[in-house]
Nanobody
Framework: QVQLVESGGGLVQPGGSLRLSCTAS????????VGWFRQAPGKAREVVSC????????NYVESVKGRFTISRASDKKVVYLEMKNLTPEDTAVYFC??????????????????????WGQGTQVTISS
């Protein structure tokens, strides 16, 4: 299994931007669909975006469409989540993961957790004035 490390979180004001990184500390990510997830206090973890293994497909949940952009680095070891126009509702711990239960195809984002997923430790994103 690939080992994942998230970074780039922090405290920003509403309307601000952050870029999160998901780095494979061992191996590469090019054979995996990768998802970005978030978990706010008292809420269930939710998938917010995914990118297919070929990077041919990207998907977003409605609440982040037009504000978040997922992409892969050319070195095949990093997946980014560029976040703009952040609001307090975006405050959460953000995780990246690979999991056979992550379906990321054209126009289709679906996740069903399996025991074979690899998760990072998460990075805190706080949006507050």
């Amino acid at each position: 299994q690939v080992q994942l490390v998230e970074s780039g979180g922090g405290l920003v004001q509403p309307g601000g931007s952050l870029r999160l990184s998901c780095t494979a500390s061992s191996g590469t990510l090019d054979y995996y669909a990768v998802g970005w997830f978030r978990q706010a206090p008292g809420k269930a973890r939710e998938v917010v975006s995914c990118i297919s293994a070929s990077a041919g497909s990207t998907n977003y949940v409605e609440s982040v469409k037009g504000r978040f952009t997922i992409s892969r680095a050319s070195d095949k070891k990093v997946v980014y989540l560029e976040m703009k126009n952040l609001t307090p509702e975006d405050t959460a711990v953000y995780f990246c993961a690979t999991d056979p239960g992550l379906m990321c195809t054209a126009g289709n984002l679906h996740y069903s957790r399996t025991q074979f997923g690899s998760w990072g430790q998460g990075t805190q994103v706080t949006i507050s004035s």
